[in-house]
């Protein structure tokens, strides 16, 4: 289907909204073709969602999606606005000729584990990742940074690269105000953030043995692998975890 039968559909469904219809299905259409280029590829782990849930995680390799047009659209908006930061900030630095390996594939085999990074840089430290994050005021102003999920993040790229420092630099979505900061790697948060990998393969390969290459829909897979998956650590669909989930339909729909 071409973009312009899709804006069609979407239109519709947007219900009298056609700039914003259109918006979305460009958005759409951008992530069909990321999928098909295998730039999402489900070969590997990925760095950015192994710090999140893992039940999620599980969902998302197996294909179980079952997604909500209203939410979809939400977090297509979000990725978009989070895709613009990054190319901002490094076309400049790229300019300025001291970011390279931008959007890079880094991977390990053994672990199944890689991701994409936002670059790596010289400035008089030698080699380091870039890590371009963009976050709200609060975590911002009051939370040590790096996060933690963030300095996991990191810790799958300098594993994948031999590159043991990580440059972080953190924009606040408020007022655009920067903190820079040098990450070491720290072999706890490795070691953390391998063993999770390890988990998590263990429940993607044990739902896969028990569903096969059946179609796998939720139907069809629910009561196959309801005791298989992680535990559904989300209570109700309306918390922030959850109404920031891709997956949160798939997963209350199936018993947790
Ligand atoms: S709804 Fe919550 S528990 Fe379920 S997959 Fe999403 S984040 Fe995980």
Redesign the pocket.
């Known amino acids: 289907m071409g973009l312009f039968e899709d804006v069609e559909a979407i239109i519709d469904m947007h219900g009298g909204s056609p700039v914003s219809a259109i918006y979305d299905a460009v958005m759409w259409n951008r992530r069909l073709e990321e999928i098909a280029s295998g730039k999402r590829t489900n070969s590997y782990l990925h760095a950015s969602s192994l710090p ?2 893992m ?2 995680t599980v ?1 998302s390799h197996l294909g179980i999606v079952f997604l909500n047009p209203d939410k979809m659209r939400k977090i297509l908006r979000i990725f978009d606005n989070g895709h613009a930061f990054h190319e901002r900030l490094q076309g400049s630095l790229k300019k300025a000729g001291v970011l390279y390996d931008d959007e890079l594939f880094v991977c390990n085999d053994d672990y199944r584990i890689g991701g994409s990074i936002d670059g790596k840089v010289e400035v008089g430290f030698g080699e380091e990742i870039l890590e371009l994050k963009s976050i709200n005021s609060f975590p911002f102003s009051k939370s040590e940074l790096p996060l933690e999920k963030h300095k996991e993040q990191a810790s799958v790229y300098m594993f994948c690269t031999g590159i043991y420092r990580t440059r972080f630099l953190y924009e606040s979505k408020n007022d655009q105000e920067h903190k820079e900061i040098v990450y070491r790697l720290d072999e706890d948060v490795l070691a953390r953030v391998l063993s999770k990998s390890v988990v998590t393969w263990r429940y993607i390969n044990a739902c896969i043995d028990a569903i096969g290459d059946s179609p796998r829909s939720i139907d069809s897979a629910s009561d196959k692998i309801s005791d298989l998956l992680p535990i ?3 209570i109700t ?1 309306n918390q922030k ?2 109404s920031n ?1 891709l ?2 339909d798939a ?2 729909a199936i018993k947790g």
């Open positions: 999140y849930c039940r999620g969902l559904r650590t989300c669909k975890e959850a989930c997956h949160c997963c209350f």
